[in-house]
């Protein structure tokens, strides 16, 4: 910067150019810029590198960083929330998390028409009664269900009743 424009970089330069850097998912690059400042960072420039840490997922690094901040700053409370961040963030996820994530992907109307297949009687009407607008494959899926079962299901979504019956919805598939 010196040899182009005859300024001299300040911390604010710095800061600038590791955001920038984390921002473009250069973490590796960002570190070794503040390592190679003639000056020593302050808390603008590591909070730039701890942000971009929080955003890459990088919790190594966020440790590291969170680390120094307090180190420079003991009393800043900004360095407490940035600690349990990367505490947060390094706990062991709930192993069943992948599964509920997955299950949140399933429409809940084919989980709730399997349930009540297994537990009802054959022959029995299903009632479904749910809280959001049914999807398409859901809709088909129900229909399909009431032909192989030879089954009514009833299902209420927000704006009207779905009546299935012999592959057949009440709403002639308009809804």
């Not at 190594?60 to 680390?67: H, P, S």
């Amino acid at each position: 910067m010196y040899s182009v424009y005859g300024v001299e970089p300040r911390l604010d330069n710095y800061s600038c150019m590791v955001d920038l850097l984390g921002r473009s998912a250069c973490l590796k690059d960002a570190y070794e810029l503040i390592k190679r400042m003639p000056m020593e960072p302050n808390h603008g420039v590591w909070e730039a590198l701890l942000n971009a840490c929080r955003i890459c997922n990088n919790v190594e690094l966020e440790k590291e960083v969170a680390e120094r901040l307090f180190a420079l700053e003991p009393s800043d409370r900004r360095n407490y929330v940035a600690a349990s961040h990367w505490k947060e963030a390094s706990k062991k996820q709930d192993p069943d998390q992948d599964v509920k994530e997955d299950m949140i992907k399933e429409h809940s109307e084919k989980l709730a028409l399997a349930f009540g297949l297994l537990v009802t009687e054959e022959g029995l009407p299903l009632v479904i009664t749910k809280n959001l607008k049914i999807y398409e494959d859901c809709h088909n899926m129900a229909k399909f269900v009431s032909l192989t079962e030879d089954r009514v299901i009833i299902i209420r979504d927000v704006k009207q009743f779905h009546h299935f019956a012999y592959g057949l919805c009440s709403c002639g598939d308009y809804w």
